[in-house]
């Protein structure tokens, strides 16, 4: 596994948490970093992501202005900062590398996946 997920846990609605995924060994820093999440019985849901600079980010409608991406390229670090989350945030959240330098919202084009965080906001 090339990609760290961490920082998930539990959380009460309305409350916040930061993700973290690492690029131990720098071998994405021209990628673009997407992050994903899958709840159970339901497909995996692109939920943030950031060019290989950082100068664009995506987000779909459900978590606009409460998520936030960000990118630490000294670190090799992507980060997802959640705000306001409600219990339907409850999911395990993936990183993953896009096969570009940017970060579509099919995660078909995403070929290098970290093992996943448990997110689980309580109501």
């Known amino acids: 596994v090339q990609l760290q997920a961490s920082g998930g846990g539990l959380v009460q609605a309305g409350g916040s948490l930061r993700l973290s995924c690492a690029d131990r060994?720098?071998?994405?820093?021209?990628?673009?970093v997407g992050w994903f999440r899958q709840a159970p019985g339901l497909e995996r849901e692109f939920v943030a992501g950031?060019?290989?600079?950082?100068?664009?980010?995506t987000y779909p409608d459900s978590v606009k202005g409460r998520f936030t991406i960000s990118r630490d390229r000294v670190a090799n670090t992507v980060y997802l900062q959640m705000s306001n989350l409600k219990p339907e945030d409850t999911a395990v959240y993936y990183c993953?590398?896009?096969?570009?330098?940017?970060?579509?919202?099919?995660?078909?084009?995403?070929?290098?996946w970290g093992q996943g965080t448990l997110v689980t906001v309580s109501s």
């Open positions: 993953a590398a896009s096969r570009t330098s940017f970060s579509p919202t099919n995660y078909a084009q995403y070929n290098q």
């Open positions: 950031i060019s290989w600079n950082g100068a664009s980010t």
């Open positions: 060994r720098r071998l994405f820093s021209n990628n673009g």
